[in-house]
């Protein structure tokens, strides 16, 4: 029994999120489906977190236990010769058997892309949100400062949120222009549901000064979700890495 | 009546190409349709030329005659509020009545993409070709160089070529590289049916070591598709502007 670790990247658009779902594609039943095919094993991968549907992944990780021989080299070209294409598997190692791509995370980056075109940028319309008003980027930069370091993200969470306390740490959080184009990056130990959408929809209303700045201080303060701005679109948001400690 | 003339961009993967075909959904049938339903117009455009299936643009230039006395600033909105999500007219300005997209071009620029990555690239798997074997860019570059300048692009072209003569002028032609994707550009005063498709097919038989920089020349003066390479896969070009005189 080997236990191994894959990198996936995938296009949102068409899936109803990563993690199976009674109802709808999802990246982790045709990723099983594709192993299926490949081993003949019947097994379930293990993500280091569910993507909501419409959300991307430019590096999700993955982990799953086979008893498959085909070295570790071989798995990610032999799985997308079988995987459809918008779902690319980048690079898969093996691992010891305690990895856990959840609970072993250390940090995640996710990026969020606002396209503040007069019009839609058509070849990037599926990975960014269409905001033609402008933004005052410099607010949303101060007001975005206010939540670096660890916190209680009780407000910047969906109510739907499952998790037993809402302290995470925010180790980096910046924005950064390109064009037309407006990428906020953020780097944490964990995020909770919808937590960087609230947090985005928050920073839209500073931008179009409806909030100020040191209003996200407050929101974060009063523990409470209807404080804070709406949930952004999902298709604005991309999980770019996962990061895990060298292994001893 | 008022000539209006409108840049607009598109993404070509479910088009039949830009121009007007009896079957197949294509650019110039969807924008008439739009104006149609702003304007009641039963009106033809005309485009700068045509692009073939699954080719992208992000500048085309069509203009149209209309009796409609909405204001040419107020047309892009209007329009793209009528059009599908995969084509975008980003602006529209009155010209003389002598204005004719086609015949009035001086200069058009097109962009042919190369996704170099081991796997391919997932969002940008629309507009690259991918092509994971080793290239030596080097030697494409140095074959590329040999087609500025005023030639016969009778070795470059496609077969079911219609125009009376194959003498075009290349201006500018480079290759650039941004991370893993390795892209053409070429400016000429007007390309050729498959032009930029068979140059690269040919350019990549070269960068594979398959043939040497200097049988670009050779090709150029044997004026016979034969001794070209095939025609590189539509997605992978892009129609990125087209220049006019500057109006008196």
Redesign the interface.
């Known amino acids: 029994m080997r236990n191994l670790c894959a990198t996936v ?3 949102g658009t068409e899936f109803n999120g990563f993690q199976s779902q009674p109802y709808g594609r999802t990246v982790q039943q045709e990723i099983e489906k594709a192993i299926q095919v490949l081993t003949g094993e019947d097994i379930l991968i293990l993500g280091s977190g569910r993507t909501d549907a419409g959300v ?1 992944a ?1 590096g999700q990780v993955f982990n799953f236990l086979t008893e498959s021989t085909i070295p570790a080299e071989r798995w ?2 032999a799985l ?1 010769t079988r995987l459809p ?6 690079e898969v190692h093996e691992v010891s058997l305690s990895f856990h791509s959840r609970r072993s995370a250390k940090r995640k980056t996710y990026r969020y892309t606002i396209d503040m075109g007069k ?5 990037e ?1 599926r ?1 960014a949100f269409h905001h033609p008003m402008r933004l005052q980027v410099e607010a949303m930069q101060e007001g975005l400062k206010h939540l670096i370091g660890e916190h209680d993200f009780t407000s910047f969470t969906s109510i739907h949120s499952t998790k037993p306390h809402h302290i995470r740490i925010v180790y980096d959080a910046y924005f950064e222009k390109q064009g037309s184009m407006l990428h906020m990056y953020i780097t944490g130990n964990g995020f909770l549901y919808n937590m960087v959408r609230v947090i985005m929809g928050t920073l839209l209303q500073v931008g179009q000064g409806k909030r100020q700045p040191a209003d996200m201080k407050r929101i974060l303060e009063g523990r409470s979700r209807a404080l804070a701005g709406p949930t952004a679109m999902s298709h604005g948001l991309m999980l770019m890495n996962v990061e895990y400690p060298a292994e001893a």
């Open positions: 990247s995938y296009e991307h430019q990610a070209i997308n294409k918008d779902i690319v598997i980048l019009f839609p940028n058509v070849f319309r990975y």
